[in-house]
């Protein structure tokens, strides 16, 4: 067992890249035959159409549901992130239980959270859920807005054990070796 909590935080403007990152972060710990457990968000387009309707939530295990729509076509009074309506009762349902550990599942050496950020802290479950993660011996992978002043996001910040990373255009390639290298080295 771990002696120490570790955050990996990563940070950039939206659209740099912050969660192809993440991405290429998994697939190489994968390689390596590390356990992980968590969600990334994606963007989604309208069929035919380059323009963003929304963001999906994406277990690392391939689940699909949805975060966000930009007109969802129901009736049902959502709260709303500009012009997104935020699924939050969704989003609770795919993304919670992967914060936890399951007694038939091994203990992740990696729990991945792509993002916290205004849609997902609509959920003060998931805000209490992420809070709780920070007290325990983790090691975690978040992505964070670049410009945030939410508690939580602070917490993160300035938890003990965090380690941020900040991504550009001009680092974006090479960020993923350094942060691997990292959080390899923090399970040990």
Partial sequence: MKNANTTVIITGPPGVGKTTLVHKICLALRDKGRIL??????EVRGEGISQRIGFDVVTLSGKRGILSRENPGDQLRR????????????FETLALPLLGIEDSQPEPDLLVVDEVGKME????RFELAMADLLKEKRTLLVTIPERSTVDLVEQLRKSAGSNIYQVTRS????????IIEHITKSLL
């Fill in 79 to 90: 709260p709303k992130v500009g012009k997104y309506s935020v699924f939050v009762r969704d």
């Fill in 37 to 42: 457990q968590g969600f990334y968000t994606e």
């Fill in 171 to 178: 680092n974006r390639n090479i960020l993923a070796g350094e």
């Fill in 121 to 124: 802290l609509l959920s003060k």
